[in-house]
T-cell receptor, first 112, second 109 residues
Framework: NAGVTQTPKFRVLKTGQSMTLLCAQD?????MYWYRQDPGMGLRLIHY???????AKGEVPDGYNVSRLKKQNFLLGLESAAPSQTSVYFC???????????FGPGTRLTVT | GIQVEQSPPDLILQEGANSTLRCNFS?????LQWFHQNPWGQLINLFY???GTKQNGRLSATTVATERYSLLYISSSQTTDSGVYFC???????????FGSGTKLNVKP
């Protein structure tokens, strides 16, 4: 099993550009999450999904959109990137809401 | 949401020393996890421990849910233990996972 994978690993964007980050899990988990980690801080929840076709806002949802069209995939979109979105983005999944979360390797995004 | 506080924020150890990291949370939780973020940024699951005690090699963890804290013990530390240790918790009836700000550990040879 690959667990949780993320693509791409690195990306540099210019202000105003758009992009999509892909998260995939092969553990048949219902719940998936997108977090961002800024220097010297813990992770903060952006959006999450409790199942295929459902999404919900986390702590810091502004400037991001998500979609969960397939159970195994969770997409994070930036429509118009801003320098404040420079961060490391982590995806995670869990079987249900209070079970163990498994994290992907992260995507380092720089917006210039 | 719940508040998750970790202490100490920074810790320097000589290889072979033992240490205890603490995580306090402000409300009842139904999920408590400890992670190690290595120097390459990868998050590694250490323990899923909403209550009780678990051990895995040189590491062990205890969560006392009624007193709202969790402890991570590292014994006979090694340089590969360096990195940042995070605890994270979910409160009842919510899907959101709240992270502490971490303990940065540096183990010197």
């Amino acid at each position: 099993n690959a667990g949780v994978t993320q693509t791409p690993k690195f990306r540099v964007l210019k202000t105003g550009q758009s992009m999509t980050l892909l998260c995939a899990q092969d553990m048949n988990h219902e719940y998936m999450y997108w977090y961002r980690q800024d220097p010297g801080m813990g992770l903060r929840l952006i959006h999450y999904s409790v199942g295929e076709g459902t999404t919900a806002k986390g702590e810091v949802p502004d400037g991001y959109n998500v979609s969960r069209l397939k159970k195994q995939n969770f997409l994070l979109g930036l429509e118009s990137a801003a320098p404040s979105q420079t961060s490391v983005y982590f995806c995670a999944s869990s079987y249900w809401e209070s079970s163990e979360q498994y994290f992907g390797p992260g995507t380092r995004l720089t917006v210039t | 949401g719940i508040q998750v506080e970790q202490s100490p924020p920074d810790l320097i150890l000589q290889e072979g020393a033992n240490s205890t990291l603490r995580c306090n949370f402000s409300d009842s939780v139904n999920n408590l996890q400890w992670f190690h973020q290595n120097p390459w940024g990868q998050l590694i699951n250490l323990f899923y421990i909403p209550s009780g005690t678990k051990q895995n090699g040189r590491l062990s963890a205890t969560t006392v849910a009624t007193e709202r804290y969790s402890l991570l013990y590292i014994s006979s530390s090694q340089t590969t233990d360096s990195g940042v240790y995070f605890c994270a918790a979910t409160e009842y009836n919510f899907n959101k996972f709240y992270f502490g700000s971490g303990t940065k550990l540096n183990v010197k040879p």
